[in-house]
T-cell receptor, first 114, second 109 residues
Framework: GAGVSQSPRYKVAKRGQDVALRCDPISGHVSLFWYQQALGQGPEFLTYFQNEAQLDKSGLPSDRFFAERPEGSVSTLKIQRTQQEDSAVYLC????????????FGQGTRLTVV | KQEVTQIPAALSVPEGENLVLNCSFTDSAIYNLQWFRQDPGKGLTSLLLIQSSQREQTSGRLNASLDKSSGRSTLYIAASQPGDSATYLCAVRYNDMRFGAGTRLTVKP
């Protein structure tokens, strides 16, 4: 596709449910990032992939959060046993190579936990 | 720790004014710095990308500067318009990418 695509755009989950958020990066992009953005805040780093390797997951807030990119393209962010504080917009970005290249963002998935 | 700070948090100006948004970062070992615009409920739109070896980049009414050694960048917006109203975010690229909290800009007609 022409840009980074995220699905679903909106997700409402009952507290305790598991959710899976999908990111389709720009074709051929090596680097992929996930961010969490609370209302009125800047994006907070969650995790980073280079191809299929998860090089940094230091931003994942708890062991309920898990991300994967098994074939080095599509990535899934999974949140288990969702809690109200997980409500946020989850943003995905990709860039062509590691380091000095421009990053492109998807429109995000707005997760609301009720 | 790689921290990114943006000042001010919010700014309101009358139409036509020139303005400066500030971004500072604690770890100067960066690959690049990117300025984004975010409209309410929307994703991030890239405005300008400055490589670590560059001092500034310009696009239309926007000019971004980078002083890597002092850990600072500024985004200059000339002749502001109501359509410029948005949140402006700076992102510093290491192997990953770290954001400031943003500056919420309102340009009044």
């Amino acid at each position: 596709g022409a840009g980074v695509s995220q699905s679903p755009r909106y997700k409402v989950a009952k507290r305790g449910q598991d959710v899976a958020l999908r990111c389709d990066p720009i074709s051929g992009h090596v680097s992929l990032f996930w961010y969490q953005q609370a209302l009125g805040q800047g994006p907070e780093f969650l995790t980073y992939f280079q191809n299929e390797a998860q090089l940094d997951k230091s931003g994942l807030p708890s062991d309920r959060f898990f991300a994967e990119r098994p074939e080095g393209s599509v990535s899934t962010l999974k949140i288990q046993r969702t809690q109200q504080e997980d409500s946020a917009v989850y943003l995905c970005a990709s860039s062509p190579i590691q380091g000095a290249t421009e990053a492109f963002f998807g429109q995000g998935t707005r997760l609301t936990v009720v | 720790k790689q921290e990114v700070t943006q000042i001010p948090a919010a700014l309101s100006v009358p139409e036509g004014e020139n303005l400066v948004l500030n971004c500072s970062f604690t770890d100067s070992a960066i690959y690049n710095l990117q300025w984004f615009r975010q409209d309410p409920g929307k994703g991030l739109t890239s405005l300008l990308l400055i490589q670590s070896s560059q001092r500034e980049q310009t696009s239309g009414r926007l000019n971004a500067s980078l002083d890597k050694s002092s850990g600072r960048s500024t985004l200059y917006i000339a002749a502001s318009q109501p359509g410029d109203s948005a949140t402006y975010l700076c992102a510093v690229r290491y192997n990953d990418m770290r954001f400031g909290a943003g500056t919420r800009l309102t340009v009044k007609p």
